[in-house]
């Protein structure tokens, strides 16, 4: 969890944090970021631009990996544009597409794990595709849903000797929520993976509490996403929580603590040390990315900023359609690794030539 120190040093930044929404001229917003809120790695992303834009698709957690090939092969979630950006929940499948190179174009090769039908946790969805190579392992973290509904959110591990398959699917969930009143009682979901040193396997996962969803103020961010930990002795578990989770909780840090949380967690190891990206839900604002370090694994370093809006980096879209919402933000952040270096980050951004959801990627320079 937050340490004191870092829980202080934090509130030290909230005036800066309050003075970051402003407007420059009548219309376009600007975010004043102090230098002191940016994290090092956000000051060498270069934009690339969009990829897998797909006319009948909306696109979104786009995870790449490099393949034996040489290429980079990317597992995306896509839903049918007809369902809407609420799609992702009970119409969601997880493909791959293939390119030469990490800024693509990238091609649709097939759909790797698609939504079962009634009487499988993963019957109506399945979305949050988080790919790695571990012990020689091609390894798909992923969250399946049962309903439709979020209290059957569930991570689930996908396994394949090859990129291309076949995979080996769950016949059981990875990870279950918490009993009943715990912080993680309604869900497992957004799940991120590292292999520890010391040869265990961890992963990260997003929960929330059920009777502060159903009683929260905040209708559009009910709840208040934490993150915890689950630790296993083998790849295919059992995993065991953590006992100091929520390892991360931003509900402490100070006014309107409600709606300071995050989402959308990725972990890797550099620099002997844990490093994470995630998606801010009011730490700062909406629409910035958050970078947090460690040197154990569970007691996290208060956020900087990772990234920014797609207006910051001198992009030029459209003006915002009715119906999304989170037109110009940056989510799902996921990073392309090269001998376990950070070298180009995948996000998912609304818009695009179809007004839907693509991918966008950054070079890491």
Not at 236 to 256: A, T
Not at 332 to 351: D, I, S, V, W
Request: hydrophobic share 35%; aromatic share 12%; net charge positive.
């Amino acid at each position: 969890m937050l340490t004191r120190r870092t829980f202080l040093a934090g509130l030290a930044l909230a005036p800066f944090a309050r003075a970051w929404a402003g407007v420059v001229g009548d219309m376009q917003p600007k975010l004043l970021v102090p230098k002191r809120s940016l994290a090092r790695f956000s000051k060498h992303l270069q934009p690339v631009g969009r990829a897998l834009e797909m006319e009948d698709y909306y696109v979104w957690c786009n995870s790449p990996i490099y393949g034996p090939d040489g290429r980079v092969h990317l597992f995306f979630s896509r839903w049918p544009k007809s369902k809407g950006m609420g799609g992702w929940l009970n119409s969601c499948e997880i493909a791959r597409a293939v390119a030469d190179t990490p800024e693509g174009p990238f091609t649709y090769a097939e759909t790797v794990l698609a939504p079962r039908g009634p009487g499988y946790w993963d019957a109506t969805t399945c979305h949050n595709p988080h790919i790695q190579l571990v012990d020689g392992k091609y390894c798909l973290f992923f969250m399946g849903c049962a309903n439709g509904k979020t209290d059957t959110k569930r991570i689930g591990l996908a396994t394949a000797d090859r990129l291309e398959g076949p995979w080996t699917r769950p016949d059981q969930p990875l990870l279950l929520p918490g009993e009943a009143g715990a912080w993680d009682d309604h869900c497992t979901t957004n799940p991120a993976f590292v292999k520890h040193p010391n040869g265990q396997y961890w992963l990260y996962y997003k929960s929330w509490n059920t009777q502060e969803y159903q009683t929260s103020k905040h209708p559009t961010i009910r709840g208040n996403r934490k993150y915890g930990l689950a630790i296993a002795e083998r790849l295919e578990g059992p995993y065991v929580k953590h006992p100091g989770n929520p390892v991360i909780d931003f509900s402490r840090l100070g006014d309107n603590a409600e709606n300071k949380q995050f989402e959308d967690a990725f972990v890797w190891r550099e620099h002997k040390q844990f490093n994470l990206l995630a998606r801010d839900m009011g730490v700062y604002n909406h629409e910035v990315g958050l970078y947090l370090d460690s040197k154990n694994g569970t007691d996290w370093a208060y956020p900087k900023v990772a990234y920014l809006p797609l207006r910051e980096y001198g992009v030029q879209e459209p003006p915002a359609p009715k119906h999304l919402k989170r037109y110009g933000r940056l989510e799902r952040p996921q990073l392309l690794l090269c001998n376990g270096k950070p070298e180009y980050l995948f996000c998912a951004a609304q818009g695009g030539k179809y007004q839907t959801a693509s991918a966008f990627i950054f070079r890491i320079g």
